[in-house]
């Protein structure tokens, strides 16, 4: 499968996914706009609470190509993060320790990040400044060459946080989502990190997995869908992970036009706006994250990111870093913002509500 962008796809332009999003109703009238959404809380504008994590998007190179990836990653796409850019990231993490606002956990996601050449020397450098590193990692790239064949004991020497898309404890849902053998090599790589001791009690060697619905719906309780994952994987392959993060596909890039194509667009939204959570909106995870793209622009989070709304408020890119004024900006939303707010709530840690 190529992506939109290989595919010349309208929905690569996110100034045509913003119309969609805000397009009139076919029955007429619009959906509520988030910001006044927002405001009948008392949450317009939307501010950060205090800078906490970096999620560095090091690239939309990927070994797979998903059906609802919101990056529209794949092995087609040629964009990486240099290493200057990298270099102007730890930069800007000094700049923070010495302004007394250090930001403790860098979360590193692509595409595949492990598939940028500079990677393990970036991942080196955060650890050495005593960085929690998290890295969203997609399972099937540890087995896609030897040379990936080590990520485990990589990961565990620099204590890494791995955060993995798991579908489904069935073949059948997860390849139906992330393509033909997916499942099979995701399950070799569970175990090839269990054995270096991610996910094994006191081992402090953290494995989460990603649950993500595979249609138009939004997810079930993360407590019960954690506690089925858990049994179903420890009984069928003997795998063990620490958490199970539940997550709502937002209405973007690949998603958007399943939900187009597929004519659930309009009923999906209304689920969304229909259960816009107060206490969700309130952890947001744009209020303590910022978002560096592979080339250095900021963004309030990885969906913004790919929707090109840059951050507002403060300078735009990493070389700029100034976290006082990042602190002060207001954040910048849109339609797609109820999927943060719907039910549960979402964000990459999972659930927020
Ligand atoms: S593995 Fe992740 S980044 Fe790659 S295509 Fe799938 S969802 Fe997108
Ligand atoms: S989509 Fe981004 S900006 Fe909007 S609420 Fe979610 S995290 Fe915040």
Same mark, same amino acid.
């Given at each position: 499968m190529k992506s939109l962008k290989r595919q010349e796809h309208k929905f690569s332009d996110s100034f045509i996914q913003l119309e969609v999003?805000?397009?009139?109703?076919?029955?007429?009238?619009?959906?509520?706009?988030?910001?006044?959404?927002?405001?009948?809380?008392?949450?317009?504008?939307?501010?950060?609470?205090?800078?906490?994590?970096?999620?560095?998007n090091v690239g939309k190179m990927c070994n797979q190509t998903c059906k609802h990836c919101h990056v529209d990653a794949g092995p087609d796409r040629k964009e990486i993060m240099?290493?200057?850019?990298?270099?102007?990231?730890?930069?800007?993490?000094?700049?923070?320790?010495?302004?007394?606002?250090?930001?403790?956990?860098?979360?590193?996601t692509g595409g595949a990040p492990e598939m940028n050449p500079?990677?393990?020397?970036?991942?080196?450098?955060?650890?050495?400044?005593?960085?929690?590193?998290?890295?969203?990692?997609n399972?099937t790239i540890?087995?896609a060459n030897?040379?990936?064949?080590?990520?485990?004991?990589?990961?565990?020497?620099?204590?890494?946080?791995?955060?993995?898309s798991?579908?489904?404890?069935?073949?059948?849902?997860?390849?139906a989502q992330r393509g033909d053998g997916v499942?099979?090599?995701?399950?070799?790589?569970?175990?090839?990190?269990?054995?270096?001791?991610?996910?094994?009690?006191?081992?402090?060697?953290?494995?989460?997995?990603?649950?993500?619905?595979?249609?138009?719906?939004?997810?079930?309780?993360?407590?019960?869908?954690? /506690?089925? #994952?858990?049994?179903?994987?420890?009984? =069928?392959?003997? @795998?063990?992970? *620490?958490?199970?993060?539940?997550?709502?596909n937002l209405p973007i890039s690949r998603f958007l036009d399943y939900l187009v194509q597929s004519?659930?667009?309009?009923?999906?939204?209304?689920?969304?706006?229909?259960?816009?959570?107060?206490?969700?909106?309130?952890?947001?995870?744009?209020?303590?994250?910022?978002?560096?793209g592979w080339d250095?622009q900021?963004?309030?989070?990885d969906f913004?990111q790919m929707l090109d709304?840059?951050?507002?408020?403060?300078?735009?890119?990493? /070389?700029? #870093?100034?976290?006082?004024?990042?602190? =002060?900006?207001? @954040?910048?939303? *849109?339609?797609?913002?109820?999927?943060?707010?719907?039910?549960?709530?979402?964000?990459?840690?999972?659930?927020?509500?």
């Amino acid at each position: 499968m190529k992506s939109l962008k290989r595919q010349e796809h309208k929905f690569s332009d996110s100034f045509i996914q913003l119309e969609v999003l805000q397009a009139a109703r076919p029955g007429g009238g619009k959906f509520e706009r988030f910001e006044d959404k927002l405001d009948t809380i008392g949450l317009f504008p939307l501010r950060p609470t205090q800078l906490e994590i970096f999620q560095v998007n090091v690239g939309k190179m990927c070994n797979q190509t998903c059906k609802h990836c919101h990056v529209d990653a794949g092995p087609d796409r040629k964009e990486i993060m240099t290493r200057e850019t990298m270099q102007q990231c730890l930069e800007a993490l000094d700049k923070a320790d010495v302004a007394g606002f250090p930001v403790k956990t860098i979360d590193l996601t692509g595409g595949a990040p492990e598939m940028n050449p500079h990677f393990r020397w970036f991942v080196q450098e955060l650890h050495k400044r005593g960085k929690h590193v998290i890295v969203r990692c997609n399972l099937t790239i540890i087995l896609a060459n030897p040379k990936y064949h080590d990520l485990p004991q990589f990961f565990k020497a620099h204590g890494v946080e791995v955060v993995s898309s798991l579908p489904h404890f069935s073949a059948r849902r997860t390849d139906a989502q992330r393509g033909d053998g997916v499942f099979e090599k995701s399950i070799k790589a569970l175990q090839m990190l269990n054995a270096a001791g991610y996910g094994q009690e006191g081992s402090g060697l953290q494995l989460h997995l990603v649950y993500n619905p595979a249609g138009a719906f939004l997810p079930g309780a993360q407590v019960s869908l954690e /506690k089925e #994952f858990k049994q179903q994987l420890k009984r =069928q392959f003997n @795998i063990d992970f *620490n958490s199970l993060f539940v997550i709502t596909n937002l209405p973007i890039s690949r998603f958007l036009d399943y939900l187009v194509q597929s004519g659930n667009y309009e009923g999906y939204m209304e689920k969304l706006v229909n259960s816009f959570n107060p206490a969700a909106a309130a952890n947001v995870m744009c209020r303590n994250t910022i978002s560096v793209g592979w080339d250095g622009q900021l963004y309030d989070c990885d969906f913004n990111q790919m929707l090109d709304l840059t951050v507002v408020g403060a300078p735009r890119h990493i /070389k700029d #870093f100034d976290v006082a004024q990042l602190n =002060q900006r207001d @954040i910048v939303l *849109n339609q797609h913002c109820y999927g943060c707010t719907a039910g549960a709530g979402s964000s990459c840690g999972g659930q927020t509500a």
